[in-house]
């Protein structure tokens, strides 16, 4: 147990950091920037509880938003996902998900089908980035502006997400 | 009372979810009064702190280009030097509103809708909320929150920002915007129809507020777009007057809305200037 906390403090670390100096400055045509922070909740145990998954996701938020120089919209995005996840889970896994947390996260991705993966991943980034756009401009006049923005941001941030995570599981013992 | 406490215990995930969301989003709604929190500004400059000290290495690269840059400056600065000499007595320089003072980007967002920078100098330089920010080719934004070493600058990029400009040939003034979109182009509000205004007039700050002094480059009108056409189709009706009470008429005078390309790059900012007018407080006192 003590293992899997250093594994998530090391997480935590380093996703704040490339987020906050590195892929905040991306720009990507200008206005889209990739959310690789998501990789830290959506390879998060599952074998965590989840109250302290909640609070660990919250206190991520905050960390990123110290970077972006805003208070409280990173951290509501974040925490809503993490509050949402396990649903997500027993919804695209089905059966295959185990609340207990005996699976490693490669045996997600070798076993499960390409629909899956996609489906889950997806689903969190398209969640995150609607909240995350929503709640920064708080209007209705941009209603159509944060859609689009929402859906290029989202293909931006599946990419390199599902990039990191095939990263990350080859050094997965 | 058993039940109640059963329940809690029972949906124990969404009641620390509650909780936790009510507090980030009082964090959202009340973000100018925590900002003001001395936990906040001592992690605040954490955050700033490790993004100056990565900031070294990219800026390293970009030498050059900072180093033509300030060249090219310092050679319209001394073209307008010579010119004062010769033109003007020295009896008008004494008479000083704004000082210049330099400062350095350390990071800067383009990819929110509320974009904001953090430049190097706070408190401790002398700087203060509400003074605008310019650049070598144009404005950058103004400050709106400072701690003791570095402050946050709002800058044009952001759909809560508000400049007034004008129009350099026929001096109409107007409201400066930003829609989201594009990060080379800003939206120019409430110019009259009647301002005979072309492609490619530029725009300058005007000078209203005391932020900016006046005659400051903004950007080239690029594109004129009519506000008001669908209002602007007559509405004739036969019949008794009488009847027609549910009629509204709205003769409103049509508005002008021009798209302005930025002089700024906003992708590349290093060297910036911070602008403090010596008159703001008389200003301010007279304004109430």
């Known amino acids: 147990m003590v293992s899997i906390y250093l594994l998530i403090i090391k997480r935590f670390i380093f996703l704040v950091l490339i987020q906050g100096l590195i892929f905040n400055n991306f720009d990507f045509f200008d206005i889209y920037d990739p959310y690789v922070c998501l990789v830290f909740i959506i390879t998060f145990p599952v074998k965590v509880n989840k109250i302290t998954f909640m609070i660990i996701s919250f206190v991520f938020g905050f960390a990123l938003d110290l970077y ?26 089905g059966s295959f998900y185990d609340p207990h947390g005996i699976k490693l996260m ?20 398209l969640i995150h980035h609607l909240i995350l756009f929503s709640l920064e401009t708080f209007s209705f006049e941009f209603i159509s502006l944060i859609i689009i923005k929402t859906i290029i941001t989202s293909i931006i941030s599946l990419i390199f997400c599902a990039t990191f995570i095939y990263i990350m599981i080859e050094n997965e013992k | 009372m058993q039940q109640i406490i059963d329940f809690i215990i029972r949906k124990k995930d969404v009641v620390v979810y509650l909780i936790l969301l009510i507090f980030s989003l009082t964090l959202v709604f009340n973000s100018n009064y925590f900002h003001k929190s001395k936990v906040l500004i001592f992690s605040n400059s954490i955050a700033n702190y490790s993004t100056e000290n990565f900031n070294y290495l990219n800026e390293y690269f970009e030498l050059k280009k900072i180093n033509s840059s300030l060249l090219e400056e310092n050679l319209v600065l001394k073209n307008q030097l010579e010119k004062i000499n010769k033109n003007i007595s020295l009896d008008s320089l004494t008479n000083i509103n704004f000082t210049f003072r330099n400062a350095k980007v350390i990071s800067n967002n383009l990819s929110s809708f509320k974009n904001h920078l953090i430049i190097n100098k706070g408190v401790r330089h002398g700087l203060k909320n509400e003074m605008g920010v310019i650049n070598s080719t144009g404005i950058v934004g103004i400050i709106n929150r400072t701690s003791k070493n570095y402050s946050s600058v709002m800058s044009v990029l952001n759909i809560d920002t508000k400049i007034n400009a004008k129009v350099k040939r026929t001096s109409h003034f107007g409201t400066l915007e930003w829609n989201g979109r594009r990060t080379s182009y800003l939206v120019l509000n409430d110019i009259p129809e009647t301002a005979n205004i072309k492609v490619g007039d530029s725009i300058i700050t005007g000078g209203m507020s005391l932020i900016f002094p006046e005659g400051i480059n903004i950007g080239v009108v690029s594109e004129i777009i009519n506000q008001n056409k669908i209002s602007d189709t007559v509405v004739r009706f036969k019949g008794n007057i009488n009847e027609a009470n549910y009629l509204d008429f709205e003769f409103k ?36």
């Open chain 1, 106 to 125: 490669k045996n997600y991705v070798i076993e499960s089908t390409f629909s899956q993966k996609f489906l889950y991943i997806s689903s969190i980034i």
């Open chain 2, 253 to 288: 005078e049509n508005y002008l809305t021009v798209k302005v390309k930025l002089h700024t790059d906003m992708n590349n900012l290093n060297n910036v200037y911070v602008i403090e007018s010596l008159n703001r407080k008389e200003f301010q006192k007279i304004k109430k």
């Open chain 1, 68 to 93: 972006t120089n805003t208070l409280g919209i990173n951290t509501a995005a974040c925490l809503s996902i993490a509050f949402l996840r396990s649903y997500i889970l027993n919804f695209v896994f």
